[in-house]
T-cell receptor, first 118, second 110 residues
Framework: DAGVIQSPRHEVTEMGQEVTLRCKPI?????LFWYRQTMMRGLELLIY????????DSGMPEDRFSAKMPNASFSTLKIQPSEPRDSAVYFC????????????????FGPGTRLTVL | QKEVEQDPGPLSVPEGAIVSLNCTYS??????FMWYRQYSRKGPELLMY????GNKEDGRFTAQVDKSSKYISLFIRDSQPSDSATYLC??????????FGTGTRLLVSP
């Protein structure tokens, strides 16, 4: 398997523009996560899906952020309008539910999209 | 106060040294404790996980969880230059919703 695929790898845009980040999870995984990583705040969970349905979006910073998962192999994170404080590395991760309650679900991360908003 | 606290480092050690990385947390409901390793410009990858309290060993790596003190550790024996990376602790109450520390940057010099 190719692992989690994210595009683009780098995005530079101007304040006010719409930004769309894309993710293809590992085939067969039924959980998909969007994270944001900054030096100050570390890695933060924004939203996660189970079987294409959003389960918890409490980490989404504000209404300018939205995420969709139209099918099991594709998800998008959209920022509209973008602001300089949105500059960060955005990661997508996917996992499968573990078989035992004492096991954890290994989340496999993509390479990330480095977003710079000028 | 953050839910998970981790010293950002950097922590610089010579090759062969024993490395100790630590996190403290405030949520007593956390049951799953993980260590992720992140190389520069890459996504994090799971290194070890522990369910509830106790120790777990995997090769040169040992993870310890002390729930009474809300303290977790990762030990690396015989550290190698290839261990140079950022180490992120993560924890959760149940499945999926992980809370990460900010990461400790480790530099192992030859």
């Amino acid at each position: 398997d190719a692992g989690v695929i994210q595009s683009p790898r780098h995005e530079v845009t101007e304040m006010g523009q719409e930004v769309t980040l894309r993710c293809k999870p590992i085939s067969g995984h039924d959980y998909l996560f969007w994270y944001r990583q900054t030096m100050m705040r570390g890695l933060e969970l924004l939203i996660y899906f189970n079987n294409n349905v959003p389960i918890d979006d409490s980490g989404m910073p504000e209404d300018r952020f939205s995420a969709k998962m139209p099918n099991a192999s594709f998800s998008t994170l959209k920022i509209q309008p973008s602001e300089p404080r949105d500059s960060a590395v955005y990661f997508c991760a996917s996992s499968a539910r573990p078989l035992k309650s004492t096991s954890t679900d290994t989340q496999y991360f993509g390479p990330g999209t480095r977003l710079t908003v000028l | 106060q953050k839910e998970v606290e981790q010293d950002p480092g950097p922590l610089s050690v010579p090759e062969g040294a024993i490395v100790s990385l630590n996190c403290t947390y405030s949520n007593s409901a956390f049951q799953y404790f993980m260590w992720y390793r992140q190389y520069s410009r890459k996504g994090p990858e799971l290194l070890m996980y522990t369910y509830s309290s106790g120790n777990k060993e995997d090769g040169r790596f040992t993870a310890q969880v002390d729930k009474s003190s809300k303290y977790i550790s990762l030990f690396i024996r015989d550290s190698q230059p290839s261990d140079s990376a950022t180490y992120l602790c993560a924890m959760s109450e149940g499945f999926q919703k992980l809370v990460f520390g900010t990461g400790t940057r480790l530099l192992v010099s030859p």
